[in-house]
């Protein structure tokens, strides 16, 4: 059974910073892929970040040089460091893993889910 259970999200003013953590269960974590989707009221969810299994990151061109995304597999935890904020950032961002996640292929497990608020 795999598990995600995101935490970090909150509200933030347009310039700041927040640090999303996501906790995976089970032993898959080293050997899968892992990505941050987000999406906002009214829109489809789009992939933000993806980080291969060796460590390999891809970014979505509004979010590259703000967001970083980084996993430790010693604690079985990817993380999202989102700096300079903006309006625009303010979503739903949910945790994705699987074998391989691109801008077209996700994988099959998610987590719940955490707002996003960069707001003055």
């Known amino acids: 059974q795999v598990q995600l259970v995101e935490s970090g999200g909150g509200l933030v003013q347009p310039g700041g910073s927040l640090r999303l953590s996501c906790a995976a269960s089970?032993?898959?974590?080293?050997?899968?892929?892992m990505g941050w989707y987000r999406q906002a009221p009214g829109k489809e969810r789009e992939l933000v970040a993806a980080?291969?299994?060796?460590?390999?990151?891809n970014y979505v061109d509004s979010v590259q040089g703000r967001f970083t995304i980084s996993r430790d597999n010693t604690k079985n935890t990817v993380y999202l460091q989102m700096n300079n904020l903006k309006p625009e950032d303010t979503a739903v961002y949910y945790c994705?893993?699987?074998?391989?996640?691109?801008?077209?292929?996700?994988?099959?497990?998610w987590g719940q889910g955490t707002q996003v608020t960069v707001s003055s």
């Open positions: 089970g032993t898959f974590f080293r050997y899968y892929a």
């Open positions: 980080m291969t299994s060796g460590g390999t990151a």
């Open positions: 994705n893993t699987g074998r391989t996640i691109t801008a077209n292929v996700r994988g099959p497990f």
